[in-house]
């Protein structure tokens, strides 16, 4: 995998999980800096680039996939997975369904990719009053899987900037790449 071009890293990251958990508000939102309530449905997958810079190593590139969460995508989705450095899986907290899906979506995943890093948000936590998924149990997946997961909310930003900062540290971590933070 070429993950180093033109002296800066480059990598490609997939954001996956459940149709409508908020996917696409978290990329723009990171990207840039843009929420909307209302976004369309995101047909096969789309893609989005953000630079992180770290002190010692410069830049780091992000290439962020977007892949639509319906099951009618599921066929075409291993295509996309192709290349994939990292990923990180998203749920959202006023959905059970789509938290009870996450070891779906880590196999789906896993199944294409091999063990790459990967990380858990748990999106719209500024919906606190609708919340279907408890602390606690976000608490028990993390242990389970021995992940992290981050409390995110796509219209606030809350964490969203540290997420992605997270992947691209663990992409780094994976490929031996020295750096500081």
């Known amino acids: 995998m070429n993950w180093k071009i033109d002296d800066i890293f480059r990598f490609k990251v997939v954001v996956i999980g459940d149709a409508a958990v908020g996917k696409t508000s978290i990329i723009r939102k990171y990207s840039l800096n843009q929420f909307s309530e209302n976004y369309k449905m995101t047909v096969g997958a789309d893609f989005n680039v953000k630079v992180v810079k770290f002190k010692d190593l410069?830049?780091?590139s992000l290439t962020i996939w977007d892949f639509g969460g319906q099951e009618k995508f599921e066929e075409i989705r291993r295509y996309y997975y192709y290349g994939a450095h990292a990923a990180i899986i998203v749920?959202?907290?006023t959905n059970r369904d789509s938290f009870n899906n996450?070891?779906?979506w880590l196999t789906d995943l896993q199944s294409e990719v091999g063990n790459i890093p990967y990380l858990i948000l748990a999106n719209k936590s500024d919906l606190q009053d609708?919340?279907?998924v408890?602390?606690?149990?976000i608490d028990q997946l993390s242990d389970d899987l021995k992940i992290k997961i981050f409390d995110t909310s796509a219209k606030t930003g809350d964490n969203i900037?540290?997420?992605f900062y997270e992947i691209a540290k663990e992409c780094l971590s994976a490929y031996n790449i020295q750096f500081q933070t």
């Open 91 to 93: 749920f959202d907290i």
């Open 161 to 163: 900037e540290k997420a």
């Open 102 to 104: 996450i070891k779906k």
């Open 134 to 137: 408890s602390k606690s149990e």
């Open 58 to 60: 410069g830049e780091v």
């Open 130 to 132: 609708d919340r279907q």
